[in-house]
């Protein structure tokens, strides 16, 4: 389903530095705006081109055919699940070594 809204800003993160990135500096202005006057449609910034919905939907999509042919194949009940973490298995490592390491060092 798609918006009719188009946003128009491309998003400061695409261009942000490491160190920006770290501290989310790249959001403040939005943050500021929202807190002095309010946020509109036209404040925000269009969504990255990973984070766009249809490719994420693709990669979704096709674990979740695989997961169908192998329960299939094995006449085993398919898991949405499983598709989901073999999908984003990646993201879901990171974030977990994140974490992880804030717990290391911040406990």
């Keep these: 389903m798609d918006s009719k809204v188009v946003l128009k800003q491309k998003n ?9 990135k770290i501290f989310l500096t790249w959001s403040f202005s939005l943050f500021r705006r929202g807190f002095k006057h309010g946020l509109t449609v036209d404040d925000l910034w ?11 939907g693709d990669r ?3 674990a979740w055919q695989e997961e169908l042919d192998t329960a ?3 006449g085993i009940k398919p898991s949405l699940s499983k598709a989901i973490v073999r999908s984003f298995w990646v ?4 974030c977990g070594l994140i ?3 804030l717990f290391i060092f911040l406990w």
């Design 12 to 20: 400061p993160h695409d261009k942000a530095n490491f160190v920006s």
């Design 46 to 56: 269009r969504a990255r081109d990973g984070d766009n919905s249809g490719r994420l």
């Design 60 to 62: 979704l999509e096709q």
């Design 72 to 74: 299939k194949r094995k």
């Design 91 to 94: 993201e879901y490592l990171l």
């Design 99 to 101: 974490v992880g390491l």
